[in-house]
């Protein structure tokens, strides 16, 4: 994968991560992306989309969490849905909610 915004990101770094601040870290980007669309940036709000999807890929490519693609690959689906047509009914304020456990479990 070539990265584009994260460029100083290596994927030996990303996946010395453990699965959790990986997750950490995609909540970040997502989060980012909420405040920028409350904001009314979109195109703030676009870069930090892709980030965030750059970040899940990465964290596909990962061989420790290949026992969790289904999870992951469905949390990808669902936030791509969220983001461009939203038919499964997500909200800013439960996606904030799904990150928010692992941003906790990153810091304990």
């Not at 709000?45 to 061989?63: C, G, M, N, S, V």
Request: net charge positive.
């Amino acid at each position: 994968m070539n990265l584009v915004y994260h460029k100083n990101l290596s994927q030996e770094r990303w996946f010395s991560m453990r699965l959790v601040e990986q997750m950490a870290n995609i909540g970040s980007e997502v989060e980012r992306t909420i405040i920028w669309k409350n904001k009314g940036d979109k195109q703030y709000q676009k870069l930090a989309f892709e980030r965030a999807l750059e970040l899940i890929d990465l964290t596909l490519e990962d061989p420790k969490n290949r026992m969790r693609l289904k999870e992951l690959c469905r949390m990808r689906e669902m936030l791509v849905d969220w983001y461009f047509n939203n038919r499964y009914r997500s909200t800013d304020t439960s996606w904030q909610k799904y990150f928010y456990a692992f941003n906790y479990a990153a810091r304990i």
